[in-house]
């Protein structure tokens, strides 16, 4: 015999759904702790830049920039009025291209071969690969003044600067690339090799495009380090002023506001590599 649900003897019968307790904030913080803690880190991250960001658009009374005054919008339209000013931004951008470009290209080299060969003397090579990542600025760039005064064939200047940049900056390279062929699967290149490509073929067409982001990281952090050296660059730099150094020397007198439309524009560009390079990875990974 069918029982009808609908009735209220059925519906007595059934056991009554316990209520949900209601969720305090409490719950609520104790659920969303670690997206909290997350935006607050990042939040605490980017703080300086949000002021440099603000203050760049800020018309100082004096010589400092400091306190808020008002906006202007003075700064970005003539960013090179104090004196030395693009000259020394010209001569920083100058030396991160060119020490960017052989720091990536010996750095990549070196990971390949500390990767993927066995060699005696591989330990101590990536021992002496830290080792300029771990000495202090200062013993670095006073030894290399103490190199270049020595051999007396180097005039201190750009030339100096850029080999003293490529030192420091391969170490980051060679760590960067490594992590990446690490993470790769040799079985491709050896499915590559069934398919009758030879090993110049399977390198350029299947492991360098995949060891290619770990590249660009490498480069574009050898140039961040190489772009905002100031202790290594002070002692090695002879008569020439870096961007950093004019950084040093205006914050002395007063800092004007276009080192804050420098710094923002260095972000911005910063930002739009990052952000293109994560669409161009997506749209990869959707075709």
Request: aromatic share 10%; glycine share 8%; net charge positive.
């Amino acid at each position: 015999m069918a029982i009808d649900l609908t009735t209220p003897r059925a519906a007595a019968a059934q056991p009554p759904v316990a209520a949900r307790p209601a969720r305090g904030p409490v719950h609520w913080v104790r659920e969303h702790l670690i997206q909290i803690l997350g935006l607050g880190a990042l939040f605490y991250m980017f703080l300086p830049i949000f002021v440099v960001f603000a203050f760049s658009f800020n018309s100082p009374v004096g010589r400092t920039n400091y306190t808020w005054s008002k906006f202007s919008l003075n700064a970005w339209l003539h960013p090179c009025d104090p004196e030395g000013m693009c000259e020394s931004l010209g001569l920083s951008l100058k030396i991160g291209v060119v020490a960017t470009i052989g720091a990536a290209t010996l750095g990549t080299l070196i990971a390949f071969a500390l990767a993927r060969h066995r060699f005696r003397g591989r330990s101590a090579t990536n021992l002496l690969i830290f080792m300029p990542m771990a000495t202090p600025e200062v013993v670095m760039g006073s030894s290399l003044l103490t190199l270049f005064l020595n051999l007396t064939v180097i005039p201190l200047g750009p030339i100096t600067i850029t080999i003293a940049h490529v030192m420091f900056c391969v170490s980051y390279v060679v760590v960067t690339v490594k992590a990446r062929i690490a993470g790769l699967d040799p079985r491709l290149e050896q499915a590559a090799m069934d398919l009758y490509a030879d090993e110049s073929t399977a390198f350029w067409k299947i492991t360098f495009p995949l060891v290619l982001p770990g590249i660009v990281a490498g480069a574009l952090l050898a140039f961040s380090l190489s772009f905002d050296d100031l202790i290594v660059t002070n002692f090695n730099s002879g008569s020439y002023v870096t961007f950093p150094m004019y950084v040093l020397g205006s914050s002395q007198r007063g800092t004007p506001v276009q080192v804050n439309v420098v710094g923002t524009a260095m972000f911005a560009v910063a930002l739009v590599f990052v952000i293109g390079g994560q669409i161009i990875r997506r749209r990869r990974m959707v075709v």
